[in-house]
């Protein structure tokens, strides 16, 4: 009878650590409210004394690090005593960081902590990141947000199964067969494949049909297309790319500093604020992802997209262009042969909207569904 009456109490103290819909009224009990207004330095967090335990709240804040799980020893705000709602406004924090932070609320029991949330400050020059992960493999990614949109800040690398180059998908009764690739492995072995640095750096190449994952050519926006990416994100239509675009050039991501005008195409200029800050072959080039000069540092993936250049596999059964270009497929089909993709070359300044054979394996970009 001891030995089931401690084995109980031990279930019911660890049950009691984790949070409770309806907390005990004998319980000191406070909930971590969403971080909002993060910039590179400072966010706000608020919290809620739910129950007092009989013992009247003397402290009451949130506490913050950069390891999970933060106590009061750890940076701190004090907002206040007893129960009911408040606002913490956080300060001090360092760019482009991981934070962690709880709400916490003191009396003569002790200090209860709420459940812990997780942000990322903004970089100096004030893009803001995120990250995610994926269910289906637990990787994880970063995200930025540009404008209204949350992309991916590196290619998707869900790698299912993986084939050689030779694998071809246009042979007549199989253009909608899945190929999935990883540029310069010739092989079968997922974990092998896997290992590679190119999967590592530049994730997965897809051909369209794989890309789309059995769905429809979709031009809307937001496509409604999930594709090939995970819950909660969408393969972005041609019309989300031109969003993209709009948005960068009229926002002052051209590599010469100007605004474009409604009259102006949107993508001329502002490749070299796409692209990753390294990893592309040197280009000498007027304003050109390759061109290494200092006076373009300013504007270098200037929006956080942090393209690489993961190359393709083409037709003919063969990888290209690995280290000098890249390429993002659309939802947006323009035949039975060709979709819309986007491209990126170390030796020029401007996005390129072109058609690809839907064999070919490109890059996949995946953007967040809205709220």
């Known amino acids: 009878m001891k ?7 031990m279930g019911l103290l660890l049950f009691s650590c984790g949070p409770q819909e309806n907390p005990d009224p004998g319980v ?3 909930t971590t409210g969403t971080v ?3 910039t590179t330095t400072t966010a706000t967090c608020s919290g809620n004394v739910t129950s007092d335990g009989g013992s009247s709240v003397t402290a ?17 705000t004090t907002n206040g005593t007893g129960l009911g709602t408040y606002t913490s406004n956080i300060t001090g924090l360092s760019p482009n960081t991981t934070y962690y932070v709880r709400a916490y609320a003191t009396n003569s029991q002790g200090t209860a902590y709420g459940e812990q949330r997780t942000f990322k400050t ?3 020059s004030g893009i803001e990141y995120g990250s995610f992960t994926d269910s289906r493999d637990d990787h994880q990614y970063e995200t930025v ?6 992309w991916m800040a590196e290619n998707l690398a869900y790698l299912p199964i993986v084939v050689g180059p030779e694998a071809c998908s246009l042979e007549p009764g199989h253009e909608a067969d899945k190929y999935y690739y990883v540029n310069g492995y010739n092989g079968t072995d997922v974990a092998a494949a896997k290992a ?3 999967y590592q750096t530049y994730g997965v190449l897809y051909n369209w049909p794989a890309a789309m994952n059995g769905a429809t050519s979709s031009d809307a926006n937001p496509s409604g297309v999930q594709g090939i990416c995970p819950d909660g994100w969408h393969l972005p239509s041609d019309a989300e790319w031109m969003q993209l675009e709009s948005f960068l ?3 002052g991501y051209n590599f010469d500093g100007s605004i474009s005008s409604e009259w102006d195409d949107p993508r001329l200029k502002i490749a070299i604020s796409l692209a990753s800050a390294t990893g592309w072959a040197a280009s000498y080039f007027l304003g050109v992802i390759g061109n290494t000069n200092t006076a373009y540092d300013i504007y270098r993936n200037k929006s956080g997209f942090s393209a690489l250049p993961g190359g393709y596999r083409v037709s003919g059964g063969r990888f290209s262009r690995i280290g000098i270009e890249g390429g993002w497929w659309s939802s947006t089909q323009i035949d039975t042969i060709f979709a819309w993709y986007r491209n990126l070359d170390y030796t020029e300044s401007r996005v390129y909207r072109l058609n690809g054979v839907k064999g070919n394996g490109l890059s996949v970009r995946c953007v967040r569904d809205s709220d």
Do not use: D, E, Y
Request: charged share 10%; glycine share 4%.
């Open 249 to 251: 050039a009229k926002n």
């Open 3 to 9: 030995k089931i009456f401690l084995l109980l109490s």
């Open 60 to 76: 009451r804040g949130v506490c913050w690090s950069t390891s999970q799980n933060p106590t009061t020893s750890n940076s701190k």
């Open 196 to 198: 590679t640095t190119n």
């Open 36 to 38: 909002t207004n993060i």
């Open 28 to 30: 000191l009990s406070v």
């Open 122 to 124: 903004l970089t100096a």
């Open 145 to 150: 947000t540009i404008g209204s949109q949350v």
